[in-house]
């Protein structure tokens, strides 16, 4: 089983840089981070175009040296659709994951499902993980428990937490247990390698104070032996 490559969403908006954070914890189990920012325009002028990119650039920048990794891998694309962008991004390098932050109109400490992560959780065929607001703030984002949706006829959920669990040496627990991060499988009736949440999965995202990772049918995700990334 392949490492599990992760794309983070990054326009240095309003918590954006907690979806850093959560890709700062996902790296540090191993997984193969890379951050993408979604330019919507093309400017037809050549010296506004270069100024354009020269900021994407530069934004991506700040967003690597959050993530305390200065050689991490950035994309700048050019979409209309920032979710549709991100999806052809995690196609083309096949990417498992697109991380998101919470709606920027989340209170503190709660998940908020913006526009383009429910666009992806809408049949999307990678992975979507949502930071709760103000992750980035919190002094300490070490994962100790991580809690996992039960499915009988799909092991997704399960073994994703309990892999990345052992990766990062915290506990794998039931979804009605507290953790700092909550694993939820797909529909039984979507296609295999889709994601699309139930009512109740969809209640538990809502009510969430933790991180949400929300896996498609059928797919475990791989983590491997944490690494160690700067402060």
């Not at 934004?59 to 050019?78: D, F």
């Not at 209170?107 to 979507?128: C, D």
């Amino acid at each position: 089983m392949s490492t599990t490559k992760i794309i983070v969403s990054y326009d240095g908006t309003n918590n954006e840089d907690d979806a850093i954070a959560l890709g700062r914890i996902f790296a540090s189990a191993g997984a193969e981070v890379a951050l993408a920012y979604v330019r919507h325009t093309h400017e037809h002028e050549s010296d506004l175009e270069a100024l354009a990119q020269s900021e994407a650039e530069t934004l991506l920048e700040r967003g690597a040296a959050l993530l305390g990794n200065s050689g991490v891998q950035r994309h700048i694309i050019s979409d209309r659709s920032t979710p549709a962008g991100l999806r052809a991004l995690a196609e083309r390098t096949g990417a498992n994951v697109v991380v998101f932050c919470s709606d920027s109109h989340t209170a503190k400490g709660r998940i908020g499902v913006g526009n383009s992560a429910q666009w992806l959780l809408e049949n999307g065929p990678v992975a979507v993980a949502i930071a709760p607001s103000g992750l980035a703030q919190r002094s300490d984002s070490h994962l100790q428990r991580i809690a996992f949706t039960a499915d009988p006829a799909d092991n997704s959920a399960h073994d994703t937490a309990v892999g990345l669990a052992a990766a990062l040496g915290a506990s794998a627990v039931p979804a009605n247990e507290p953790a700092e991060l909550l694993v939820v499988g797909s529909r039984p009736e979507i296609e295999p390698g889709r994601v699309a949440v139930s009512a109740a999965s969809r209640r538990l995202i809502d009510d969430a104070a933790w991180s949400v990772l929300v896996v498609p049918r059928g797919v475990t995700l791989a983590f491997g032996a944490p690494v160690s990334l700067s402060a």
